[in-house]
């Protein structure tokens, strides 16, 4: 009942004139930076910082708390329209809400991305005020070795989903394993692959490896085909979901939910796990014309992702109000924004600036309001995106993703980066390697070398300390039937002469 109280005290102080255009601008702002390629939220809060000189604090954490949120959700317009994400977070929707896109149900794929992030966003929030304790102690529990377990789940888990084939998904998981391993060994110190240019010393940005492999290899790819065949008119389709959708959709809204609020809640748990996740498991659920529309733009797998992806943004504040862990770049910038204050986030800041707290977290059920308002009625706008001759928006959309980059480091060799990895994200389409493996294992691929490195230093160099966990066991057994399943699956199918299930392709 105090958490109530306190709540309601928030929505006091959030629902000021002041605060309100604060917040509207912040859910505007994100959505804004969060549909252009290489511009996320980590980057805009970051030049905003300079307002916290001037601005009060609930007003400034508030307009932060909307940019969040909204390029949450605006990532899911590129990606749906574009096959584009413009956050790494988003491309797993890309992957059957593109399919809609060119089946003539953006709209509908737009639609479901909004309500199921208003969905997943109100109940996350809701969450994050009355189960955050029990949540944050659940990950203090977890240690290196169940860490380390948690990104093999990942990377067997996206291999052997999100392609056609097990060994061209591991395929493309080693080649992002490899680019993640450019730049300084943080426990070593020693250069690796950085061909002795200084400006790999700190490896290769996560935004440029998205950026190239999605939008500028998707680019290079469309301009291939268009050689050979005139540019396809994609009709935008109704402006609205009708029954069948709804009735498609609400279950893995929740599920997303309940999928991505724990996994923002862990350290290195981020939005990327709990998304393909989600996809995976509303692909395995599907049933009747869902399993047939899977790789040809099942609406199950754009709501499961987008609600998860969206859930896992209040679980990231859940250990940044309460240990002053951040577990997103975004929340690493929101962190320095407190010490910008002279605040530090923990138990003190829930007793000393109670109203500072509960206004911010109060404004997450405003800004997700505002935000359905806004982008609910814009899905049949931005759809005729579509309608805009395919040389020019390409080309438009190169050149955003160049000035996104750029503006990262300011550095030319971003750049030179951006496009190699563009060859490469072209070359992946050409000969059939999925692209999400690629750009998970980045992600995710030095976190787990530092966890094994740590679990093997704590066990004195015994390998079976990666399994004296109960938490790393399942995992590990979770990440071997993952691996396993398709191959016993083919097996039977070869065995029996029936007709192999259809999977995902992924252009």
Known sequence: MESLQLLL????????????????????????????????????????????FTVPPASAFIMFAGIYYGGMYGGSTTSILL??????????????????A????????????????????????????????AVVSFAISFGPEDYFALAILAFTAVSSVLSRSVVRGLASLGLGLMIGLVGI???TGQARLTLGIDQLLDGID?????????????????????????????????????RADWGRSWRPWLRGTALGFPFGAL??????????????????????????EYGRGAIEGVAGPEAANNASAAGT????????LPTSATAAIMLAAFQQYGLQPGPQLFDHNPALVWGMIASLFIGNTMLLVLNLPLAPVWAKLLRIPRPYLYAGIVMFAALGVYALNASAVDLVVLYLLG????????????VAPAVIGMILGPMAEIQLRRALAIGAGDVGVLVRSPIAVTLLVLSALALLTPLFRKALTRRTGGPSLPVSRED
Do not use: C
């Open 102 to 133: 060119r089946r003539g149900r953006a709209a509908q794929a737009l639609a479901t991305a909004a309500i199921g992030s208003f969905v997943a966003g109100t109940l996350a929030t809701a969450l994050l005020v009355f189960a955050a304790p």
């Open 185 to 187: 060994d943080q426990q």
């Open 267 to 292: 350290p290195g748990g981020g939005a990327e796990i709990p998304t393909f996740l989600s996809y995976a498991a509303e692909k395995r659920l599907a049933r009747g014309v869902a399993r047939e």
């Open 317 to 324: 504040l859940v250990p940044l109000l309460t240990l002053g």
């Open 423 to 434: 060859l490469l994200g072209f070359a992946m389409r050409r000969f059939g390697l999925p």
């Open 83 to 100: 096959n584009t994400p413009g956050e790494s977070s988003s491309m797993i929707t890309a992957l059957e809400g593109n399919k809609m």
């Open 206 to 242: 996560v935004v440029i490896v998205a950026v190239g492999l999605f939008a500028v290899g998707e680019a290079l790819y469309v301009a291939s085909r268009l050689r050979h065949a005139p540019p396809e008119v994609v009709p935008v389709g109704r402006a609205w979901m009708g």
């Open 9 to 52: 005290d928030g929505f006091a102080s959030a629902l000021t004139p002041v605060n309100l255009l604060y917040a509207l601008v912040g859910v505007t702002l994100g959505t804004l930076v969060g549909v252009l390629p290489g511009i996320g939220p980590a980057m805009t809060v970051a030049l905003l910082l300079p307002i916290t």
